[in-house]
């Protein structure tokens, strides 16, 4: 540890002098130069003022020299002290394969001392006459490490022929948490302590894996003075660079006895994108196999340790000491004897004998493979076909992803997804022209098999990232009708890019429904609602539709049709329900030809009235004709920044059908505050009233307005989310006028730009969130 620190101060000492010598250089230089200027002035008369413009361009050049000479310096310093900590990192693991190599071999020579004592003591016990199968019986009993360590080969089992459930090791890992409650002076005092239990090596792994994971560096304190060369002071060299998982995990096997190596190579870790060429000096990683059964298996307990959460019970209150605190690792199982076919898909072994493969993978191949992380292998997913990283659209924009989902999991296990730009300029972009980009996937899940359907919206290059987790009681209506279905995490399972190089026509995109999956298995899932009529997403109609589910108890149902440019309002008509001996009913009768969105939302019937409804399911519908064709108006309104003066404010009818303002006089609307704006209008008349909200370009903002008319004033209170300039126009029409379509009275400019403000309330989460 001293020399580190010695050769740290010596680079620091010769990098400042380096810089120095570079600063005097430059100095000099820049005032000969100064000094050259001044005395052709002084040769020349000049005046005083061009002797001080001098003398403040030579001040301002010696600042910027000094403002550029402290960040060459920064910048070195950061360089030399990267390159330092992978040399100690390095110099540490050496050492330390070195002593587990010396380890290793002393229990060899100890464990052959004793089996030559007990051979003797055979022999002296049989009068010399000893069977030598009995002795090869009595010996292998004590055989602790192998006499000679086998080549690096594939395994010749499966993971879950070691164990197939980590319940298994249930009373072993709240073992190992009670030790690492408590701390130990040396590396034999604590794996003495760990294994002491343990019956097999694959227990003895397994207690070393645990106890590395279920540390907490983020709240772990550590004395001054530390002892490097301890349990406690590898983990203080994790928590500050110096030191490495690996390296730990390997000095502990060696005093358990177990071999274990260390494996370097690359990995899809943080910052990697599918698609991404890897550099010699990018994307480094290093791990470890350890010897199971005859059998070498990659253990990284760097990313087995990777999620922080509260344990046991969510809601007590954290209690940290030094010896103890109440924050455990959700650690991840994956990542503890991995089987090789599916740890390729993240981590390369440079070494084709360490990837421990039948069919060894190179780097470009390993490039190519589709970027999935653990939760994919936790719940069994598989694609349905070879897939790569990267997929190309054809061109009219399409590509599909599906991933297949064992029966056990199907009916609790919830996807969702996010698509984005992958270009620089764009990459936090999730709206394409007003569109949100999710509208060009279909995402639905039919006969154990997700689908994600995606029509790009323009020729460019794309990020498609799945995410799934598997839901429980908590998530689904319960018995208390009251109770709030919980929020849970989704996790990422796998990520492509996607590639549309050229494009044939538009592509418009999905109506602007509920986010996530369509069809009926959201409303199973968490409803218990039993599709009996259409159990796929998209349903082709014919004139009309009538839809029937199963209920599995009195549910309350808002239904909702929507179609691109088409006011929801306008479209309230055209569906309705009704609920019969526990059978829903939805009818749909579309006024014209076109796709339609149907979105279904459930409650209790039995919950308060300020329960709020929450999306069960919606369909894609898909209209081919109609009997009788209904003319709706087009709620699409030009851009606001290109609309001429003279159409905001109100028109000739807006005063013909007795309409006022109340609230803003001005149609041009300037919002800082980040709360809700309310606009409210007189009426005289018994009028029909609508609305759209349009964010610019063309984004339907409509879904952040409520409306509400008590006969004499309507209040419209908007609740907006983002900056930008809105167009909210107001449509009406005498109610004794139905057969007239609204028209246009009203339209307010609204510009918002939001002074955010420091907040103490909690936003309230929707029922689903998902996080990497």
Same mark, same amino acid.
């Given at each position: 540890m001293e020399t580190f620190r010695a050769e740290r101060r010596e680079e620091k000492k010769k990098i400042d002098q380096e810089v120095d010598e570079e600063w005097e250089e430059r100095l000099k230089e820049l005032t000969a130069n100064f000094d050259a200027d001044m005395e052709k002035r002084t040769g020349h008369k000049a005046k005083d003022d061009d002797k001080k413009a001098v003398s403040m361009k030579y001040a301002q050049k010696k600042n910027q020299l000094k403002e550029s000479m402290t960040v060459k310096l920064k910048q070195k310093q950061e360089a030399i002290t990267l390159r330092l900590r992978k040399k100690e990192q390095q110099d540490t693991a050496d050492m330390v394969t070195k002593h587990s190599e010396q380890m290793l071999n002393l229990l060899k020579e100890k464990q052959q001392e004793i089996r030559q004592e007990i051979v003797e003591e055979m022999k002296d016990a049989a009068g010399g006459d000893v069977d030598a199968v009995d002795t090869a019986v009595i010996l292998e009993e004590v055989t602790i490490v192998p006499i000679e360590l086998p080549e690096f080969h594939p395994p010749n089992c499966r993971k879950r022929d070691l164990y197939y459930d980590a319940e298994v090791f249930k009373e072993l890992d709240e073992y190992v948490f009670s030790v690492a409650e408590k701390e130990q002076s040396t590396f034999t005092h604590l794996v003495a302590e760990l294994t002491q239990n343990c019956l097999s090596d694959l227990e003895k792994a397994r207690a070393i894996f645990r106890w590395i994971t279920v540390k907490d560096l983020n709240v772990l304190e550590f004395v001054e003075g530390l002892e490097k060369d301890t349990p406690m002071g590898l983990l203080r060299g994790i928590k500050y660079g110096t030191e490495t998982y690996h390296t730990l995990f390997m000095r502990l096997c060696s005093y358990a006895g177990l071999p274990c190596v260390e494996i370097k190579g690359h990995s899809k870790s943080v910052g990697y994108e599918p698609g991404m060429k890897i550099r010699e000096d990018t994307f480094q990683n290093t791990w470890n196999a350890v010897l199971i059964g005859g059998n070498w298996w990659p253990v990284q307990c760097n990313w087995g340790a990777r999620h922080l959460v509260l344990n046991k019970d969510a809601q007590e209150k954290l209690v940290k000491t030094k010896k103890q605190d109440k924050i455990r690792y959700q650690y991840d199982e994956h990542y503890f004897l991995t089987d090789p076919d599916e740890f390729i898909r993240e981590f390369w072994a440079a070494d084709e004998d360490k990837q421990l493969l039948e069919k060894p993978v190179s780097l470009a191949q390993f490039e190519q493979m589709p970027f999935v992380r653990s939760v994919f292998f936790h719940y069994g997913l598989e694609f349905d076909r070879q897939m790569r990283a990267v997929l190309y659209a054809d061109n009219k924009g399409g590509t599909e992803v599906k991933v297949n989902v064992p029966t056990e999991y199907a009916k609790d296990l919830v996807f969702h997804y996010q698509i984005r730009f992958a270009d620089r300029e764009r990459r936090n972009d999730t709206e394409f022209r007003g569109a949100k980009l999710e509208r060009f996937v279909f995402h639905s899940l039919v006969e154990s098999q997700a689908l994600f359907s995606v029509h790009v919206p323009a020729p460019s290059s794309y990020f498609l990232e799945v995410f799934a987790n598997r839901i429980d009681e908590t998530n689904k209506i319960g018995d208390d009708p009251?109770?709030?279905?919980?929020? =849970?995490?989704?996790?990422?399972? $796998?990520? =492509?890019? /996607? !590639? $549309?190089?050229?494009?044939?026509?538009?592509?418009?995109?999905?109506?602007?429904?509920?986010?996530?999956?369509?069809?009926?298995?959201?409303?199973? *899932?968490?409803f218990g609602l039993k599709a009996m009529t259409h159990i796929t997403g998209v349903v082709s !109609?014919?004139?009309?539709?009538?839809?029937? #589910?199963?209920?599995?108890?009195?549910?309350? #149902?808002? $239904?909702?049709?929507?179609?691109?440019?088409?006011?929801?309002?306008m479209l309230e008509k055209f569906v309705n329900f009704s609920v019969y001996d526990d059978i829903l009913t939805v009818k749909v009768k579309p006024p014209q030809a076109g796709q339609y969105g149907l979105d279904i939302y459930a409650r209790p019937e039995d919950a308060a009235d300020n329960h709020t409804l929450a999306h069960a399911c919606k369909y894609l519908l898909n209209v081919t004709s109609?009997?009788?064709?209904?003319?709706?108006? &087009?709620?699409? !309104?030009? @851009?606001?920044? *290109?609309?001429?003066?003279?159409?905001?404010?109100?028109?000739?009818? =807006?005063?013909?059908?007795?309409?006022?303002?109340?609230?803003? @006089?001005?149609?041009? /609307?300037?919002?800082?505050?980040?709360?809700?704006?309310?606009?409210?209008?007189?009426? @005289?008349?018994? &009028?029909?009233?609508?609305?759209?909200l349009t964010r610019e370009p063309d984004e339907d903002c409509r879904s952040v307005v409520s409306m509400k008319d008590n006969g004499k004033k309507v209040k419209f209170s908007l609740s907006l989310a983002k900056p930008g300039n809105y167009l909210f126009a107001v449509y009406a029409r005498k109610k004794k006028d139905s057969d007239r379509n609204m028209a246009n009275v009203y339209n307010y400019m609204i510009k918002y730009t939001p002074v955010e403000k420091q907040s103490t309330l909690k936003k309230k989460k929707g029922l689903f969130s998902s996080k990497k």
């Open positions: 009251n109770a709030t279905m919980m929020p =849970f995490r989704l996790k990422c399972a $796998c990520k =492509f890019k /996607i !590639v $549309c190089e050229e494009m044939v026509g538009k592509m418009h995109p999905l109506p602007n429904c509920a986010s996530g999956e369509w069809g009926p298995s959201k409303g199973e *899932r968490h !109609v014919d004139n009309d539709l009538e839809m029937k #589910f199963q209920l599995p108890r009195k549910l309350h #149902f808002l $239904c909702k049709l929507r179609m691109n440019g088409v006011e929801d309002s109609v009997n009788e064709v209904i003319n709706l108006p &087009v709620s699409k !309104v030009e @851009s606001s920044s *290109r609309m001429s003066k003279d159409k905001w404010g109100p028109n000739e009818l =807006f005063q013909q059908i007795g309409m006022r303002t109340l609230s803003h @006089s001005d149609p041009t /609307i300037t919002k800082t505050d980040t709360g809700t704006l309310v606009i409210e209008m007189g009426l @005289s008349e018994t &009028v029909k009233l609508s609305y759209n």
